[in-house]
């Protein structure tokens, strides 16, 4: 069975910074396809990166240039490094990766919302004070 654990969530001061990470277990191939998304009660989950295996990234601009996201040399292990954070990055951020194997295709920022085709995990909850 698959499952993604999330880790590295916390408290933090607006200007700070965050590294989470996700570690993906029952796998039995490299994951294409990793992403972070984010998820506020009442708004709708907001993808914020992409990598695929040979890493290639893709940002949302609500982050460009504040987070940078990894792979981990361990395989199907996955980090968001969350720098400049502010009071509006306050969510629940998740990881997704591909439900199936595969070695090309889409990797952009709309794809891993849609359960049809990510696993995710829990989450972990971020929160930033002014």
């Known amino acids: 069975q698959v499952q993604l654990v999330e880790s590295g969530g916390g408290s933090v001061q607006a200007g700070g910074s965050l590294r989470l990470s996700c570690a993906a277990s029952?796998?039995?191939?490299?994951?294409?396809?990793m992403g972070w998304f984010r998820q506020s009660p009442g708004k709708e989950r907001e993808g914020l990166a992409t990598i695929t295996s040979d890493g290639s990234t893709s940002y949302a601009d609500s982050v460009k240039g504040r987070f940078t996201i990894s792979r981990g040399n361990a395989k199907n292990t996955l980090s968001l490094q969350m720098n400049s954070l502010k009071p509006e990055d306050t969510a629940m951020y998740y990881c997704s990766a591909d439900r199936a194997v595969r070695r090309g295709g889409s990797c952009h920022i709309p794809w891993i919302l849609d359960d049809r085709y990510n696993y995710r995990g829990q989450g972990t909850q971020v929160t930033v004070s002014s």
């Open positions: 029952g796998y039995p191939y490299d994951s294409y396809c």
